[in-house]
């Protein structure tokens, strides 16, 4: 099992640092670096490397940071060389990045557009809940210059995609945000609960209130024959409607890994930042001198039979066949053993079931259930779900 571990898809962090002070980042405790193109450049070969003989293709590399576009040289430089190992390895690749969309240009679209790659814009909502997490580091607001360069990539990258943090104090405001967000033009929404933080009650009543209420939204919106795709909707039905049973959250460790500005390989981005004073123990390798399979052995092992339980265990759990433990790197800096899930993760699978199952009696009581499993299959890469 060992010397059979290969991973298609890499997150790729071009730099720590950020024009942005958000106050919940996890990215932030990185420190202040950025990756040499040395390092950039031996990360897209060593991914290479790591699939000769293998089918998967493309392959896939998410841009990540800090904020990405800082280091927008040195992105065009990775992209560059990985024309050249396409034609040496014949295999394509699939770029995306993850950005906070305030340092975008007519060049950075430009060059977007040419290589195709996506991105997925982080953005909390309206001006109120953004400018309360997500100022400059001199406190500024950057939301003015979000929007309007949010308004001009979806002009021409349509399917672009808004990942919104959900936090206990903007929880109220979730809904009204989903509506800002579908009314900039963002026909796709990735709602992103800070689990950690969800400690109370009433936090959750009121998660669950606004939910709904962002599922009723979708409804009414496919009844006139428009549909805006919300992610825990989109796969969470898919995967009912499947009938398919998860057996890991995500292919962290399994299908890809994340890679810190020194090029050393972790099991995922969120393992870069969140092991803490267990980092040396999770890295798995790095670039320059490749992965120890054996490290990889817990990752590659791990799926829902190992999960210990949350308030009761899987097997008694209504979201059991929706449910696969959650983000390992989370659990293991809160629980100190990513096999136990945050007990918030019950609560979050249990909602998010619950709403997926009466989205879809809705869908069929008034006739457009066919509509729903088309439009649930049109979705972008930073909708896709990366699971073993």
């Given at each position: 099992?060992?010397?059979?571990?290969h991973v298609p898809y890499a997150v790729?962090?071009?730099?720590?640092?950020?024009?942005?002070?958000?106050?919940?980042?996890?990215?932030?405790?990185?420190?202040?670096?950025?990756?040499?193109?040395?390092?950039?450049?031996?990360?897209?070969?060593?991914?290479?490397?790591?699939?000769?003989?293998?089918?998967?293709?493309?392959?896939?590399?998410?841009?990540?940071?800090?904020?990405?576009?800082?280091?927008?040289?040195?992105?065009?430089?990775?992209?560059?060389?990985?024309?050249?190992?396409?034609?040496?390895?014949?295999?394509?690749?699939?770029?995306?990045?993850?950005?906070?969309?305030?340092?975008?240009?007519a060049e950075m679209l430009d060059f977007?557009?040419?290589?195709?790659?996506?991105?997925?814009?982080?953005?909390?909502?309206?001006?109120?809940?953004?400018?309360?997490?997500?100022?400059?580091?001199?406190?500024?607001?950057?939301?003015?210059?979000?929007?309007?360069?949010?308004?001009?990539?979806?002009?021409?990258?349509?399917?672009?995609?808004?990942?919104?943090?959900?936090?206990?104090?903007?929880?109220?405001?979730?809904?009204?945000?989903?509506?800002?967000?579908?009314?900039?033009?963002?026909?796709?929404?990735?709602?992103?609960?800070?689990?950690?933080?969800?400690?109370?009650?009433?936090?959750?009543?009121?998660?669950?209130?606004?939910?709904?209420?962002?599922?009723?939204?979708?409804?009414?919106?496919?009844?006139?024959?428009?549909?805006?795709?919300?992610?825990?909707?989109?796969?969470?039905?898919?995967?009912?409607?499947?009938?398919?049973?998860?057996?890991?959250?995500?292919?962290?460790?399994?299908?890809?890994?994340?890679?810190?500005?020194?090029?050393?390989?972790?099991?995922?981005?969120?393992?870069?930042?969140?092991?803490?004073?267990?980092?040396?123990?999770?890295?798995?390798?790095?670039?320059?001198?490749?992965?120890?399979?054996?490290?990889?052995?817990?990752?590659?092992?791990?799926?829902?039979?190992?999960?210990?339980?949350?308030?009761?265990?899987?097997?008694?759990?209504?979201?059991?066949?929706?449910?696969?433990?959650?983000?390992?790197?989370?659990?293991?800096?809160?629980n100190g053993l990513f096999t136990m899930?945050?007990?918030?993760?019950?609560?979050?699978?249990?909602?998010?079931?619950?709403?997926?199952?009466?989205?879809?009696?809705?869908?069929?009581?008034?006739?457009?259930?066919?509509?729903?499993?088309?439009?649930?299959?049109?979705?972008?890469?930073?909708?896709?779900?990366?699971?073993?």
């Amino acid at each position: 099992m060992a010397g059979k571990w290969h991973v298609p898809y890499a997150v790729l962090f071009l730099t720590n640092n950020c024009n942005l002070a958000c106050s919940y980042c996890f990215a932030s405790r990185s420190g202040q670096a950025a990756m040499s193109k040395r390092t950039a450049e031996r990360s897209v070969e060593w991914l290479f490397e790591n699939t000769e003989g293998f089918p998967e293709n493309p392959l896939i590399l998410s841009f990540f940071g800090g904020e990405p576009l800082l280091e927008f040289d040195l992105l065009k430089s990775v992209v560059a060389h990985t024309d050249t190992l396409s034609q040496k390895h014949g295999k394509s690749m699939i770029f995306s990045v993850t950005t906070n969309g305030t340092l975008l240009t007519a060049e950075m679209l430009d060059f977007m557009e040419q290589h195709n790659i996506s991105m997925l814009f982080s953005i909390d909502g309206n001006r109120k809940t953004n400018d309360r997490f997500r100022l400059k580091k001199n406190g500024s607001s950057p939301f003015d210059t979000l929007c309007a360069n949010a308004e001009k990539t979806l002009q021409r990258f349509p399917k672009t995609a808004a990942r919104m943090t959900i936090t206990p104090e903007s929880v109220e405001s979730v809904f009204d945000n989903i509506i800002f967000l579908d009314q900039l033009g963002f026909s796709f929404i990735s709602p992103c609960v800070a689990l950690e933080l969800f400690q109370d009650h009433d936090s959750w009543h009121t998660f669950d209130v606004q939910c709904r209420k962002a599922a009723q939204y979708v409804i009414e919106k496919a009844s006139l024959g428009e549909y805006l795709h919300l992610h825990f909707l989109d796969n969470g039905i898919e995967q009912i409607v499947d009938d398919h049973q998860v057996d890991v959250a995500c292919g962290a460790g399994k299908t890809f890994v994340g890679i810190d500005v020194e090029g050393a390989i972790y099991p995922c981005h969120r393992f870069v930042t969140y092991a803490g004073a267990d980092k040396e123990k999770f890295k798995l390798g790095d670039v320059f001198k490749g992965i120890d399979p054996v490290r990889t052995l817990p990752f590659r092992r791990y799926d829902r039979t190992h999960i210990l339980g949350c308030y009761t265990r899987c097997d008694q759990c209504p979201a059991k066949d929706f449910c696969a433990g959650g983000c390992i790197a989370l659990h293991q800096e809160i629980n100190g053993l990513f096999t136990m899930p945050l007990l918030q993760q019950q609560k979050l699978m249990t909602i998010w079931h619950s709403i997926c199952l009466e989205t879809i009696e809705a869908f069929k009581a008034m006739g457009r259930y066919d509509f729903l499993m088309e439009k649930i299959k049109m979705k972008p890469k930073s909708f896709v779900p990366v699971n073993d």
